[in-house]
């Protein structure tokens, strides 16, 4: 499993990655290690650990000799990868349905109530650590641990969408009501409405997707649709 970023590589991560969502880092910006650690007041170590987490997902291009690009990433490319993400969590949560154990599901209760609470106060950022809590635990309850790995990298190259998304405005509490659906199922036992409940929740279509791309600025859809 590939070790977690230290916490100033990944508060760079964020950093950056909201600055390239928000427009601030148009598509083919160049980014350089130099100047990004002195922007942010840091070493050059941690902003490369932060350039390589946000290559993982897709976000930037690392060339040889050539540095880190914002990268182009179309609207084709971005729907097929959530079409992947939404069949592999729905599979983990109808495995998950008949194999977590006791102590496993009282562990996804508890996640889920973590995250009403955030959701109730509308913290976005607070409400995606937690939610991507609650998908790691589902994944864990799989007790596959190559369809666990494989879940987790999809994911990790979908975060920053899938984060950026959650500030919508009512996003974070719809996204907890689709949850109790999937919970819901879990504890029932229920492994084909818990694959359905969750294929739902993370499927992103219709006007669900043309929210997310009208969210993005202008330069990144540009780039999107070139």
């Known amino acids: 499993m590939k070790p977690k970023p230290a916490p100033l590589a990944r508060d760079l991560r964020d ?76 599979f983990c949560a109808k495995l998950a349905a008949r194999r977590m154990s006791a102590e496993e599901r009282d562990q996804l209760l508890t996640v889920h109530e973590d995250c009403r609470e955030f959701a109730e106060k509308g913290e976005a950022h607070a409400y995606y650590d937690a939610n991507r809590r609650f998908h790691e635990v589902i994944y864990a309850g799989t007790h596959n641990a190559y369809l666990e790995e494989t879940t987790r990298n999809m994911r990790n190259r979908l975060q920053p969408y899938r984060r950026f998304q959650l500030h919508h405005p009512g ?23 818990a694959a359905k409940a969750m294929s739902h ?21 540009h780039a999107m649709t070139a």
């Open 171 to 193: 996003r974070t509490m719809k996204s907890w009501k689709e949850h109790r659906a999937v919970v819901d199922a879990i504890l029932d036992g229920n492994a084909e409405a």
């Open 201 to 221: 929740h993370v499927t992103i279509q219709g006007d669900v997707f043309t929210d997310l791309i009208s969210a993005l600025p202008e330069s990144y859809v």
């Open 15 to 90: 950093r950056l990655e909201d600055e390239i969502l928000c427009g601030q880092r148009p598509p083919g910006s160049r980014l350089d290690e130099s100047k990004l650690a002195q922007h942010f007041g840091v070493s050059r170590t941690p902003v490369r650990e932060a350039l390589r987490e946000l290559a993982a997902a897709d976000l930037v291009v690392l060339r040889p000799r050539q540095g880190a690009v914002v990268a182009t990433v179309t609207v084709t490319q971005l729907l097929h990868m959530f079409e992947v993400m939404a069949e592999l969590e729905s």
